[in-house]
């Protein structure tokens, strides 16, 4: 039998390594006859990450999945306060190169049995095109945001001959083909409304066409508009292959085992579709006076909550900390207030408290992981955008697909404070059971679990980017 090996490379991002691994899973748990070695960019700072990988690494059930560490090199420090940390990290990408095709040519030189037909790059290592240049590998690119996403970075090389002004000076909305609606230029992420960040972005974009496919982890029922928008012929094949969810999150590498229990028996105990659950993701917090408007919106609500609530980090590349003390940054009182409704917690795994009957709405910062999470287990999200793409993404969800309940579509770091009076409204209107929004989640959570049985849209999917890559 033939085997086939594929290398896997991907920024260092929570978001990002953990959509690739469950791709590396679920590639193999198509076709035994891959074996897939993912190449690891160590950044110290990012514990989290790095922990992540450690337990990966350590608890992985197929033999088939390693984990190499490419040679730690020294991290960015950030030299100007302007600068997008995107840029500094895909240039401390970049300098991987030389040990990239190292590793690769180490794996071509022991593994004789293979044959290496796939290196797959993520949305922000593109400077690896080169190394599968080099070494006669097809590449691919993985993308781990919406379609939508995909459409707007593909989208950069053309706006960029047409605007006269710089995105940020923009005021009117923007025309871009994966979407239905115009964009107001609130919702742009905020990296493009940089100088440097915008090069960065139209660099990784123009380099998406070199490749021989881009996998997307999304779904042909969640966003046919903007899938259709691009089967164009200069765009590469699109493979869309999820929704790929982590199957138990962080549960299974969560140092602090007896914190997660204590969290899904104070579920336990909560009646079923009552319980709000807020969490921002693993690069979002939020400042001390924003929380305490948090604070006072679900007292005003008084529904039930769990309230995933973190430090803000200490620098820009580093990740968000527990807070030491809660206490220091609630209301006074406010624990005492909420003890029998409320739980506020450190770090969790989003998707085991997702899957829990218990939770009926989440407050969630957008990423696309926690959508597909979310709209897995039939959540209904309210959007609470922070970093990244994650303003688009709500755009999507509440104007595009109808999908959630806007809290904000535009906020982000730096944004007017989040009043306690507007989330009340958002939460209230979240746990309604009549809003039709509930009943647009329920169907398409169903979607997302017909599309990866046997014969559904992502199966299919998936099954025609085997055939390519075994060609
Ligand atoms: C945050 O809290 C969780 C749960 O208590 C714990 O497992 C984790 O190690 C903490 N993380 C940090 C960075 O302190
Ligand atoms: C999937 O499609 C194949 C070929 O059409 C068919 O033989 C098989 O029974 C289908 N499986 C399911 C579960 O529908």
């Not at 302007?82 to 240039?91: G, M, N, R, T, Y």
């Not at 005003?300 to 609530?309: H, N, S, T």
């Not at 409320?342 to 085991?352: A, E, P």
């Not at 509930?438 to 990866?452: C, Q």
């Amino acid at each position: 039998m033939t085997k086939f090996e594929l290398v896997f490379i991907t920024y260092p991002g929570m978001g990002h390594i953990v959509a690739m691994v469950e791709f590396a899973h679920h590639l193999i748990n198509h076709d035994p006859r891959f074996s897939i070695t993912i190449l690891i960019i160590t950044m110290p700072e990012r514990m989290l990450v790095n922990t992540y990988i450690q337990s990966r690494a350590a608890t992985s059930t197929s033999t088939n999945i390693r984990f190499v560490h490419l040679p730690t090199l020294e991290t960015p420090t950030p030299d100007h306060s302007s600068q997008a940390p995107l840029c500094l990290v895909s240039s401390f990408i970049e300098k991987h190169k030389p040990h990239v095709k190292q590793a690769i040519t180490n794996l071509m030189a022991t593994e004789l049995d293979r044959r290496f037909v796939g290196l797959f790059i993520d949305m922000f290592c593109t400077s690896m095109v080169d190394v599968a240049n080099e070494l006669d590998i097809p590449c691919y690119l993985y993308f781990p945001s919406p379609t939508t996403f995909l459409g707007f970075m593909l989208h950069l090389p053309i706006l960029d001959t047409q605007l006269t002004t710089e995105l940020a000076e923009l005021d009117t909305e923007l025309v871009i083909p994966s979407f239905v609606n115009p964009i107001p230029p609130s919702v742009l992420p905020s990296i493009a409304l940089k100088k440097d960040g915008y090069s960065c972005f139209l660099y990784h974009a123009r380099r998406y066409l070199e490749t021989k496919g881009v996998i997307i982890n999304t779904f042909s029922e969640l966003e046919p508009y903007a899938l259709n928008s691009l089967s164009t012929s200069q765009v590469p094949p699109i493979y869309p292959i999820g929704p790929l969810l982590d199957p138990v999150g962080p549960a299974q590498w969560q140092p602090d085992q007896a914190h997660h229990e204590r969290i899904m028996k104070w579920l336990d105990d909560q009646p079923p579709s009552t319980v709000v659950f807020l969490c921002f993701g693993s690069i979002g917090s939020l400042s001390g006076s924003q929380v305490r408007e948090i604070a006072f919106g679900l007292e005003q609500a008084g529904v039930r909550f769990l309230w995933a609530l973190r430090e803000p980090p200490k620098n820009q590349l580093a990740l968000p900390n527990n807070f030491t003390n809660h206490e220091e940054v609630l209301p006074s009182g406010f624990l005492k207030r909420t003890a029998g409704i409320g739980l506020v917690c450190g770090f969790v795994s989003q998707v085991s408290i997702l899957g829990h009957k218990a939770i009926g709405g989440f407050i969630s910062h957008c990423g696309w992981n926690s959508i597909l999470e979310s709209l897995w287990h039939n959540v209904p999200i309210a959007t609470w955008p922070i970093h990244a793409e994650q303003q688009l993404n709500a755009f999507e969800l509440v104007k595009e697909l109808g999908l959630a309940i806007e809290i904000r579509l535009d906020y982000r770091e730096g944004s007017d404070l989040v009043l306690a009076n507007e989330v009340e409204r958002g939460i209230k209107s979240l746990m309604d059971c009549n809003n039709e929004v509930r009943t647009k989640v329920k169907e398409i959570s169903m979607k997302s679990r017909m599309s990866m049985m046997e014969n559904g849209s992502s199966y299919a999917s998936t099954r025609a980017l085997i055939q390519e890559l075994v060609r």
